[in-house]
């Protein structure tokens, strides 16, 4: 058989976008952060992960722009070689007193920085142990990785506990787990986990993708929680709150220059350009300088949260701001992503595999600088279109 066969007899996208429901890779011919332009079309933007709002600050811009002056647009070489500036060294180490880690380590994705840890730390005979919830850059950090993956069902302390005595109790082992779930915007059990850990001899590790900038007054889940002491590793990306693009790994000295010399995703990449560097540089000082936008994202979560469940919409376990609205079957999902994209509102619909079989939703997502009138406009369509389906 025909290498491309496959290619040429999936049709599943091209079916979807004959009829006018297909919702992915639209291009954006403007954004301003809290809205975006579609063609002529004038939309709400509830589906960034742009949750301080920071792609548009002026200090951020200005970093970025000055940087590309200075260094121009690429360092054409990865930090193993000639591609580490100064500034990464110095952003390294802003982001580990941050984080309140020994040190830290930048690499030029989020998904990236997932696949060179896992992969340079787990290695034969030793185990990586995920949720089954957790983003799909840890699934293929696992892949790459010598060592066996196994998985316990999300947030569930006995199937934790039930994987991890199962294992050699003289195995390396890693247990890996989003601080916030990117689909569910739940938070992890952390003070449950880490005793769970001690218990059977494995280390830690948080993805707080989503929780740097939002908890622990931006500081991260273990942080918010109280056991940031317990977690051993802390990853985190650039291209939600940091609003830019790169992302990093956290945690005691000895462990990350060992990953700096062993994680294959960061000896054999081209490093984070200059004007990255420097907006995560500025962005860090913004959220030093601005507390009141982390406090404004959780009060606007805060509030859709209750309003939307006050309409009887279901929003799963939220808490923080990604707010699921959870419909369940696909097509109405995208039914009803197509009637609030036409009524001006932007949304993610999610599907499986991404989320489970039957709980198709639409993931919705909120900034520090979103309106009270965005907000409302909001659920007014939300209400209506709603009403509409027979959701509500």
């Known amino acids: 058989m025909d290498l491309f066969e496959k290619c040429w007899t999936w049709t599943d996208a091209r079916d979807l976008m004959k009829t006018g429901f297909y919702p992915y890779f639209l291009p954006l011919d403007d954004t301003e952060g809290t809205e975006v332009t579609i063609g002529n079309k004038r939309l709400v933007m509830i589906g960034s992960n742009n949750y301080l709002g920071l792609t548009t600050h002026p200090k951020v811009r200005e970093a970025a722009i000055e940087a590309t002056r200075r260094f121009g647009t690429s360092c ?41 840890t896992i992969s340079a730390l787990v290695g034969r005979n030793e185990y990586v142990i995920t949720d089954k919830d957790d983003h799909a850059s840890i699934v293929d950090g696992c892949r790459l990785a010598f060592g066996t993956m196994k998985r316990f069902r999300h947030s569930d302390m006995e199937d934790l506990e039930r994987v991890l005595a199962s294992l050699p109790l003289e195995a390396g082992k890693l247990v890996v787990v989003d601080g916030v779930f990117s689909m569910g915007g739940d938070i992890a059990p952390l003070p449950e986990i880490i005793p769970l850990c001690k218990k059977y001899n494995a280390r830690l590790m948080v993805d707080d993708a989503h929780a740097i900038g939002v908890l622990g007054g931006g500081k991260g889940t273990a942080i918010h929680l109280g056991v940031n002491d317990d977690v051993d590793l802390v990853m985190g990306t650039f ?83 990604i707010i699921p609205i959870i419909i369940g079957d696909q097509h109405a999902t995208f039914l009803v992503w197509k009637l609030l994209f036409e009524s001006g509102v932007y949304t993610n619909p999610v599907i499986p595999p991404a989320v489970p079989a039957n709980l198709s939703l639409l993931r919705t997502s909120y900034m520090a600088t979103h309106t009270d009138e965005q907000m409302a406009f909001v659920l007014e369509q939300f209400e209506r279109v709603g009403k509409m389906v027979g959701l509500i």
Do not use: C
């Open 76 to 116: 054409t070489g990865s930090r193993f070689l000639n591609g580490t500036l100064a500034w990464h060294l110095d952003l390294e180490k802003r982001l580990a007193e941050y984080v309140e880690k020994e040190a830290a380590l930048v690499f030029s994705t989020g998904y990236q920085t997932n696949l060179g």
């Open 239 to 321: 291209s939600k709150s940091f609003a830019s693009l790169g992302g990093f790994i956290a945690g005691p000295e000895s462990v990350i220059h060992y990953i700096q010399h062993h994680a294959r995703s960061l000896i054999f990449s081209a490093s984070m350009p200059p004007g990255n560097v420097a907006a995560v540089v500025a962005a860090l000082e913004v959220m030093k300088e601005e507390p009141e936008r982390i406090q404004r994202v959780n009060q606007i979560a805060d509030y859709m949260r209750r309003e939307f469940r006050r309409l009887g919409f279901n929003t799963g376990s939220s808490q923080t701001p």
